[in-house]
């Protein structure tokens, strides 16, 4: 195999995940639902050769990685690199609740994240420089083999954005539901190819919008 394969997840559906809170690095943990998604993941990857499970150290990610990791008997390996962006004083708060604490910084929007910064938080190019380190050596030191990566919402659109050589102002253009799979092979030239985007079997039970 002249390649790695990266299957890339988002974690399970959170607990807090209806009050749209800012979790970053604030520990929350899945929900049954969360956990029936990353069981649904682990049936899909206990069919493929999955030589290694990765995961960020964040409960939400790693839970999922050791639900994966029991059907594949593989045990999942901790990276700290991995966490979601970190957003400061802004961690565990709702929209509503950073405002009125902070009214200062009442015009900043995610999307102003690609540069700006909430205070004692991280940018998207900080998020950057601390994930995609991590995912190389990742990839190096499996190089031929296919792996699992449990991780974020955030930190899947900057690999994503990376492997699709997209700056990071397209950040928000790229889904990435609960319990949602990516596929990415790496070559050894340095070229990614994405294989699939936000899918796997999660997707398939989805109930469709009409719009």
């Known amino acids: 195999m002249e390649l790695t394969r990266l299957f890339l997840i988002r974690h399970g559906q959170v607990e807090n995940h209806h009050e749209f809170r800012y979790n970053g690095h604030h520990d929350v943990d899945i929900t049954e639902l969360g956990v029936e998604q990353m069981n649904n993941l682990a049936g899909f990857l206990k069919l493929e050769p999955v030589s290694a ?47 009125e604490r902070f009214p200062e910084e009442a015009d900043i929007s995610f999307q102003d994240l690609a540069t700006s910064r909430v205070k004692g938080g991280e940018n998207l190019l900080d998020l950057r420089a601390r994930v995609m380190p991590e995912i190389e050596k990742i990839v190096e030191e499996n190089f031929g083999s296919v792996v699992c990566i449990v991780a974020h919402g955030g930190v899947n659109r900057v690999v994503l954005c990376e492997a699709m050589g997209l700056d990071l102002e397209n950040f928000f253009r790229i889904e990435q539901d609960y319990g949602c799979l990516n596929i990415i092979d790496c070559y050894a030239d340095g070229i990614k190819v994405v294989k699939l985007l936000n899918g796997g079997p999660n997707q398939n039970n989805k109930h469709t919008k009409p719009y």
């Open 53 to 99: 499970i990765y995961s960020s150290d964040l409960q939400r990610s790693y839970k999922g990685a050791e639900i994966i990791g029991g059907a594949i008997d593989k045990n999942p390996v901790s990276s700290s690199a991995l966490r979601e962006l970190y957003l400061g004083r802004w961690e565990g708060l709702t929209r509503e609740e950073a405002v």
